[in-house]
Nanobody, 124 residues
Framework: QDQLVESGGGLVQAGGSLRLSCTISGRTINTRAMGWFRQAPGKEREFVASISWPGSRTSYADSVKGRFMISRENSKNTAYLQMNSLNVEDTAVYYC?????????????????WGQGTQVTVSS
C-alpha cells in the first residue's frame, strides 16, 4: 500500500515562496499521475495542480496559475509544488495525491492515495 508523505509547509509572509515535497513509499511513483489539493478552514478541498506520468503534462487551478509549479523527480519517487508570490488566500492544508493512471485529473475522486497534509500559513 502507498504511503505519501508531504513536507515543506510552514509559515511565510505574503509574497514569499515555499516548496512542498511529496514522497511515495511502498510503491513506485512510476506510472502514477500526481496531484496537489488544498483545504482551507471551513472550505471544501480544492484542486491546486496535477502532473501526468512521466511528467509532460500539467494542469493548474486558475487561482494559482503563473505562481505555482508542479514537478516530479521519478528517480526519487517524489513530486513537488513550488509556490511563489504567496498570498493570505493560499493558507490551507496542502495534500498530495496519486492515481493509478498516466493522465492527470483535477477531481479528488480520481485519486486513490493521499498524504496526511502539510500546513501552509501565509501572513499579511
Amino acid at each position: 500500500q502507498d504511503q505519501l508523505v508531504e513536507s515543506g509547509g510552514g509559515l511565510v509572509q505574503a509574497g514569499g515562496s515555499l516548496r512542498l515535497s511529496c514522497t511515495i513509499s511502498g510503491r513506485t511513483i512510476n506510472t502514477r499521475a500526481m496531484g496537489w489539493f488544498r483545504q482551507a478552514p471551513g472550505k471544501e478541498r480544492e484542486f491546486v495542480a496535477s502532473i501526468s506520468w512521466p511528467g509532460s503534462r500539467t494542469s493548474y487551478a486558475d487561482s494559482v496559475k503563473g505562481r505555482f509549479m508542479i514537478s516530479r523527480e521519478n528517480s526519487k519517487n517524489t513530486a513537488y509544488l513550488q509556490m511563489n508570490s504567496l498570498n493570505v488566500e493560499d493558507t490551507a492544508v496542502y495534500y498530495c495525491a496519486g492515481r493509478s493512471q498516466y493522465n492527470p485529473s483535477d477531481s479528488a475522486r480520481e485519486y486513490d492515495s493521499w498524504g496526511q497534509g502539510t500546513q501552509v500559513t501565509v501572513s499579511s
